[in-house]
Nanobody
């Protein structure tokens, strides 16, 4: 059974930092690109950061220089270090695992989400 378990969300003041973690089980971690998305009520889920199976990070312009994604293969865990947080970063953050690139078939899983609230 595949599980992605996020942790590390919470309430922080603007300008502060949080570190999210996502522990994966039930997948061959080294074959999966790992992702962080965020979602606010009424809007679509948006990609925040990707780290490929080989460890290459990819960020949208909105978080470049503020967020850092990393992965620890020994712990099957992906992290999202979020610095200089802004109120507009407030959202539920979801961990995603995408194995389609390495497995040549659809293989995607989601965590349950963790709330991040940034106060002004």
């Amino acid at each position: 059974q595949v599980q992605l378990v996020e942790s590390g969300g919470g309430l922080v003041q603007a300008g502060g930092s949080l570190r999210l973690s996502c522990a994966a089980s039930g997948i061959i971690f080294s074959l999966y690109d790992m992702e962080w998305y965020h979602q606010v009520p009424g809007k679509q889920r948006e990609l925040v950061a990707t780290i490929t199976s080989s460890g290459a990070p990819i960020y949208p312009d909105s978080v470049k220089g503020r967020f850092t994604i990393s992965r620890d293969s020994a712990k099957n865990t992906v992290y999202l270090q979020m610095n200089s947080l802004k109120p507009e970063d407030t959202a539920v953050y979801y961990c995603g695992a995408d194995g389609s690139r390495r497995l040549y078939r659809a293989s995607r899983y989601w965590g349950q989400g963790t709330q991040v609230t940034v106060s002004s």
